[in-house]
């Protein structure tokens, strides 16, 4: 491109000059020398135009250089932006994987909590219907107890009423047998002796204040030393000792320990400042405590 823009201004330089020596051939020739200066003159101005063509050319070289650079920067550039567009992409597709994930983790994990609600619910209404047979299955067994206990209670009735009847049929034998003795000898009738007072020992203290275990013999159960009346009505006691009636609930019930300073666990002894006294209950055959027994404490 250099080679064009020269030859184009040195052709028109030669131009110029030829134009300008066919018309200073007409002239005179004193005007030849004038001419050829003023032709030297032109010739370095052109020399100098020239000079400032090949810099402006070179200029141009250089803009241009710099354009193909900024041109190539630019696809450069495109490129990097293409190459970060895909890796931005890749990233999208990435946490658009995870997200879904996450999201798909949630739900799941919200679908597991509300069957576990679920299960946990049917448990508890499972709980709830086996507390409400066994409350139903220990009220029918307590029924069933509680039929035992008024059996026993019963049997306890017959077997007493049966003692008494016992001994009364013997003492009939014994009269009869006395009377016909009296009437062999001709003697006069004697009267019935009177038993004596009768020793026994009660067992716990039951329900609301009652003895329903009567031993003859002093057992290990054996809590209350008694004395019944002849009839077997009434009856007074004392307790065998204080290991028997310590830590036994519903003790008070029978026992009344007077005293502020010691308490019946710490106690070493006791004296009965009055017997307790119990009522036969003719319905039941239990003993009723009609008063408990008082002792003072020792230490």
Same mark, same amino acid.
Do not use: I
């Given at each position: 491109m250099k080679i064009y823009v020269i030859s184009f201004l040195f052709s028109f330089c030669l131009c110029i000059m030829g134009c300008k020596a066919n018309q200073t051939s007409s002239n005179s020739d004193k005007t030849n020398s004038s001419q050829i200066a003023a032709l030297v003159n032109e010739m370095?101005?052109?020399?100098a135009q020239i000079k400032m063509a090949n810099k402006n050319i070179e200029t141009f070289d250089l803009q241009i250089e710099k354009q193909n650079t900024v041109i190539e920067n630019l696809k450069e550039n495109q490129n990097e932006k293409l190459e970060i567009h895909y890796w931005w992409l890749i990233g999208v597709i990435i946490v658009s994987i995870i997200v879904s994930i996450i999201v798909s983790t949630l739900i799941s994990m919200f679908i597991i909590k509300r069957v576990?609600?679920?299960?946990?619910?049917d448990i508890e209404r499972l709980?709830?219907?086996?507390r409400r047979n066994n409350n139903d299955e220990l009220k029918n067994s307590n029924k069933k107890y509680a039929k035992i206990e008024s059996i026993e209670v019963n049997m306890?009735?017959?077997q007493n009423e049966l003692d008494r009847l016992t001994n009364e049929l013997n003492t009939a034998k014994l009269v009869h047998s006395q009377n016909e003795t009296t009437k062999e000898t001709s003697k006069p009738l004697t009267p019935r002796e009177i038993k004596p007072n009768k020793e026994g020992? +009660?067992?716990? &203290?039951?329900?609301?204040g009652f003895f329903n275990d009567v031993y003859n013999s002093n057992q290990d159960e054996c809590r209350f030393?008694?004395?019944?009346?002849?009839?077997?009505?009434?009856?007074? +006691?004392?307790? &065998?000792n204080l290991n028997r009636i310590r830590s036994i609930d519903g003790i008070e019930k029978a026992v009344d320990y007077i005293d502020d300073e010691?308490?019946?666990?710490?106690a070493s002894s006791f004296y009965v400042i009055e017997k307790g006294k119990v009522n036969k209950n003719k319905?039941?055959?239990?003993?009723d405590i009609k008063s408990p027994v008082k002792i003072k404490l020792k230490k």
């Open positions: 370095d101005s052109l020399k576990r609600y679920r299960v946990e619910d709980h709830k219907a086996m306890v009735q017959l020992y +009660f067992g716990m &203290v039951k329900g609301k030393k008694v004395c019944f009346n002849s009839a077997e009505t009434e009856a007074e +006691f004392e307790p &065998v010691v308490s019946l666990s710490d319905d039941s055959g239990t003993w």
